[in-house]
């Protein structure tokens, strides 16, 4: 297919969500690609790159690829009864966070530090960004019960081969954080990895719902 991709139409209503074309510039040959982030998210576009690098080197190579109806058929054998009930401990009695308020003119600083590297940390560098963003909400809305929506990767399921699945397996969830009194900052790094954990068998109901 020859031509160019138009970038303005294919984020209109009604317009296909993958477009891909062929063309040359400077005597070099290009392959033009454009796809909504609603198709792929980017671990597909890594397994899709090396599909055709693969291809290009041997066109009869077997491929690892796991289509995503296969992600979607392995959802629908969880039990939904108990992914319910998960959340609804999850969210029992969960406020609304009213934010943002008027804080005035006055202004805080807090600073906190974690190690970039995993071997030197207690806690994924997810974890301590959900508990900064909770303690930032809760801050501005007074409230030591924070929920916020959290977007996942999706790809923590327990299905074989999930890390070869193209599609959209990203997914996102209400995530809830309580601050209290007799917590430390530990205790609440603890909570939040521990939930996340947990979430993980349970963050996809919405694609049966």
Not at 143 to 156: E, H, K, L, M, P
Request: aromatic share 10%; proline share 5%.
């Amino acid at each position: 297919m020859g031509g160019s991709v138009d970038i303005k139409a294919i984020s209109s209503y009604g317009s296909p969500l993958s477009e891909l074309a062929v063309t040359e510039s400077d005597g070099k040959v290009f392959i033009v690609w454009d796809v909504h982030h609603s198709l792929i998210d980017g671990i597909s576009l890594s397994l899709i790159f090396d599909r055709v690098a693969s291809i290009y080197q041997n066109p009869s190579a077997p491929s690892n690829i796991i289509p995503f109806k296969s992600f979607i058929e392995h959802q629908a054998l969880l039990s939904q009864e108990e992914a319910k009930k998960w959340w609804a401990e999850f969210l029992e009695g969960a406020p609304v966070s009213d934010w943002p308020r008027d804080t005035g003119s006055g202004s805080e600083t807090v600073r906190l530090t974690a190690p970039l590297s995993s071997a030197d940390r207690p806690f994924t560098l997810a974890t301590y960004i959900k508990t900064a963003w909770a303690y930032l909400v809760g801050t501005y809305s007074g409230s030591s019960d924070v929920v916020f929506g959290c977007t996942n990767w999706g790809r923590s399921s327990s299905m074989p081969g999930v890390l070869s699945v193209v599609g959209p397996t990203i997914t996102t969830v209400p995530f809830r954080v309580q601050f209290r009194d007799e917590s430390t900052i530990s205790d609440v790094l603890y909570k939040v990895q521990s939930d996340s954990i947990k979430m993980a068998a349970h963050d996809h109901i919405g694609l049966l719902e």
